[in-house]
């Protein structure tokens, strides 16, 4: 028999592949990565063995996604379109996880639940054909027979699959590093987001501001208020204290892979804070060059995560230079949370090249005035005919 490592999120599309690629012939076993999502893990086990999965692994990769992906693209400072890549940067990893499981058990062919008009898609079989392109890639959702979720609950139903599964009025993605809401009402995009569709933020529950001093060593965040931390811990603390402020929140229009527009909601407390806080350090201690092309690297960066290109050459050498980068941004940055507003209030490195005897305005400056008007003169020179 066929066999078919499957990521399997434990929702309607991937228990109904479950069952739907049994029914072709294909001995499916499921992969469910914990990437720092709330869920009950044992009942999502439980989903996939009465969809009918012959094995089920259940990979815990918090720790690799924090090391190997979410740290990456913070010292890139990688983003798309306002978005901190949370999901984005969620499949890469997944997708590697599949294929080390195929290899595992000498499966043929590799699965998504995915539609065909989303993003994952291309995630998934990108990372997939760089990863491994000799084994078949299988996408149930775009050749089933299927028009509508409640096509898909009848048969479901049909079959006696007892999935359990509550009827949700957005379609949600949860990890450790963001959470993406979209459907329902949402898609009015003229329309403002419904208090119920913003899952882990709250705007009304503190309204005193709070300080933070989060400290980097090479563009990593090392420390909380003076007490040294894994960068995962890190992320999980400031995911707690930044969501009562309803910092990280998006309601955004972004352009999808496919050439979609799409709404989208995002919820980022860490993300956030870390990226406010680690570009903070970088313009205190790069040179203007450097930050400026810093920037479109970041832009790159983040267009390249998005589309589903993390295993491509590019990606590779760009962190070659990101990493060449982080090694002075290293330092200790004083943030204040505020309802919906993370502020800088402090910024110190030992490499820093912000001079205050320059910089100042008041007595002891070291900046002679009459300088000024020769680098004007010469900075005029390619804009008027020279006297």
């Not at 399997?8 to 109904?16: E, I």
């Not at 999901?87 to 996880?97: D, G």
């Not at 989208?264 to 203007?288: G, M, N, R, W």
């Not at 507003?341 to 007595?363: E, F, H, M, N, P």
Request: proline share 3%; with cysteine.
């Amino acid at each position: 028999m066929k066999k078919v490592v499957l990521a399997y999120s434990g929702g309607l599309d991937t228990s109904v592949c479950v069952r739907w690629l049994t029914d072709k012939g294909y001995t499916v076993i499921a992969v469910i990565a914990d990437i720092g999502q709330k869920v009950d893990f044992a009942k999502l086990r439980e989903r996939a063995i009465s969809a009918g999965a012959k094995e089920i692994y259940v990979a815990d990769l918090k720790k690799r996604f924090v090391e190997e992906f979410i740290l990456p693209t913070l010292k890139a400072e990688g983003v798309y379109q306002g978005y901190y890549l949370a999901t984005a940067l969620s499949r890469p990893l997944i997708a590697q996880k599949v294929v080390e499981i195929a290899y595992r058990e000498k499966a043929e062919y590799l699965a998504h639940g995915c539609t065909g008009k989303g993003n994952d898609q291309v995630r998934f079989e990108l990372s997939w054909k760089l990863l491994s392109p000799q084994l078949k890639v299988i996408a149930p959702v775009r050749e089933w027979e299927f028009k509508s979720r409640d096509e898909e609950m009848e048969y479901a139903r049909e079959k006696g699959l007892d999935l359990n599964l509550e009827r949700l009025t957005y379609s949600i993605d949860e990890n450790l590093w963001g959470v993406s809401i979209e459907c329902g009402e949402l898609e009015d995009a003229g329309k403002k987001p419904p208090a119920d569709a913003w899952q882990i933020t709250h705007l009304e529950s503190r309204r005193d501001p709070v300080r933070l001093k989060i400290e980097f060593d090479q563009g990593i965040p090392v420390a909380l208020d003076e007490k040294r931390m894994e960068a995962g811990e890190i992320i999980v603390r400031l995911n707690e204290i930044g969501k009562e402020y309803a910092i990280g929140r998006k309601d955004l229009i972004e352009d999808r892979v496919v050439g979609i527009k799409s709404r989208e909601l995002y919820e980022a407390p860490s993300a956030e804070i870390l990226y406010i806080a680690h570009h903070s350090l970088e313009t205190l201690v790069f040179d203007k060059d450097t930050l400026d092309f810093k920037h479109l690297v970041s832009l790159k960066y983040g267009e390249l995560v998005y589309k589903g290109l993390w295993f491509s050459p590019l990606r590779g050498f760009l962190d070659r230079f990101v990493e060449a980068t982080q090694k002075k941004v290293s330092g200790e940055v004083e943030i204040e949370l505020h309802p919906q507003v993370c502020q800088v209030i402090g910024r110190k490195s030992r490499y820093s090249l912000y001079d205050r005897d320059l910089a100042t305005y008041g007595q002891g400056s070291k900046f002679e005035s009459r300088w000024a008007e020769g680098f004007i003169k010469i900075l005029s020179m390619g804009l008027r005919k020279i006297d």
